[in-house]
């Protein structure tokens, strides 16, 4: 039988789309990943060059891969990754690959740690390697700041608790450190702290959408210190401009985060209102976590970001709709 389209790209994890002359060329780490998914597929459909790094590991979405973006499937942590992106010769990187499971990184924080943090360091080296280049993105994550007894300011100290978000702190210092040494990187590097995001392509073990599963399934969701873990959510859709406008326009860290904060069980009530449905759930531990995490975004606001979905759209959008 011969293979689909989708099928061949998928098999032989490379892709030649055609060079659309005069647009921008972007590389994407992780491109394929729950959130940089959207963003692969909102620069593709803004007709640039879209280069994605993505081993297709835990969260990836290889059914995205149609041809219309280059697709190389590498690991990060491969030193051989450097002279890879080198040769792209991207106009922009956004560096999002890594290890993303808190819980995994708990149980196996040698592979988190070792993978994500060579991971980050072969993006750092390529990237000073390209004196063309207009912007690196590194994509971190509110969890750097550790507890958060008040709403967190990007300049204030990194206290990760768990091998996950000490493996993204690593790479916030990396990205002074270059930004800071090398002239080809100097004023152009970027760093986004995002809050929890939600919606399409997400693993279904993420709270929001377990709660999804929840409702379509009957899953029960395992509840982490009785529901009480605080955070603030915002949906996935919101991303993409918001990279583009950093990618434009930002320097130096970003909290990105429309305040919409709940803990759990406050989720889950609203998750039950906005679509009339039951949500099951069952008491559990987890190790290393953070009660609170909540940012000040008055840096992203300035830059001129206008979110386009509200958490309540959002959340109808994905609940009753996707
Ligand atoms: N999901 C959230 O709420 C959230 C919040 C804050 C920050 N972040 C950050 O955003 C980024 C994306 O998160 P996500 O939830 O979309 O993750 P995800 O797990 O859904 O996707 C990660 C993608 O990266 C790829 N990948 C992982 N390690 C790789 C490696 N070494 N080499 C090549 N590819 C690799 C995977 O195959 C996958 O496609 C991560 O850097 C994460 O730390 C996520």
Redesign the pocket.
């Known amino acids: 039988m011969i293979p689909s389209l989708r099928t061949w790209f998928r098999r032989f994890g490379k892709t030649n789309p055609p060079h659309r002359e005069g647009q921008p060329k972007v590389l994407i780490?992780?491109?394929?990943?729950?959130?940089?998914?959207h963003v692969t597929e909102y620069f593709v459909a803004k007709g640039w060059n879209v280069v994605v790094?993505?081993?297709?590991?835990?969260?990836?979405?290889p059914q995205i891969i149609d041809g219309s973006f280059m697709h190389h499937h590498?690991?990060?942590?491969?030193p051989k990754?450097i002279d890879l992106i080198v040769k792209e010769e991207p106009d922009y990187v956004i560096?999002?690959?890594?290890?993303?499971?808190v819980d995994y990184s708990v149980r196996e924080p040698r592979r988190t740690l070792e993978?994500?943090i060579?991971?980050n360091l072969h993006a750092f080296e390529a990237c000073r390697q390209l004196p063309n280049l207009k912007k690196f993105v590194y994509?971190?994550?509110?969890?750097v700041y550790g507890e958060c007894e008040y709403k967190k300011k990007e300049g204030e100290m990194m206290n990760p608790k768990n091998p996950?978000s000490c493996s993204?702190a690593v790479g916030s210092l990396m990205r002074i450190s270059y930004d800071n040494t090398y002239d080809s990187l100097k004023g152009k590097t970027a760093e986004?702290?995002?809050?929890?995001?939600?919606g399409p392509?997400?693993?279904s073990a993420?709270i929001t959408s377990a709660i999804k599963r929840s409702m379509d399934e009957g899953y029960s969701i395992p509840l982490h210190q009785e529901g009480k873990g605080y955070r603030e959510y915002?949906y996935v859709k919101n991303i993409p401009p918001a990279i583009e406008l950093i990618l434009e326009r930002g320097q130096g860290i970003y909290n990105m985060t429309l305040n919409d904060g709940f803990t759990v069980s406050e989720l889950v009530k609203k998750a039950e209102e906005v679509t009339g449905r039951t949500v099951t759930t069952h008491p559990s531990e987890r190790p290393g976590m953070d009660l609170k995490y909540q940012m000040d975004s008055t840096r992203i606001r300035e830059l001129g970001w206008n979110p386009v979905y509200t958490f309540e759209e959002g959340l109808k959008e994905y609940l009753c709709d996707e």
């Open positions: 780490t992780g491109g394929l990943g729950f959130i940089f998914s790094i993505d081993n297709l590991s835990e969260g990836s979405n590498f690991h990060m942590a491969d990754v560096h999002a690959a890594a290890i993303s499971d993978k994500n060579r991971g994509v971190s994550t509110d969890e996950y993204k986004t702290r995002f809050c929890n995001v939600f392509r997400q693993d993420k915002i």
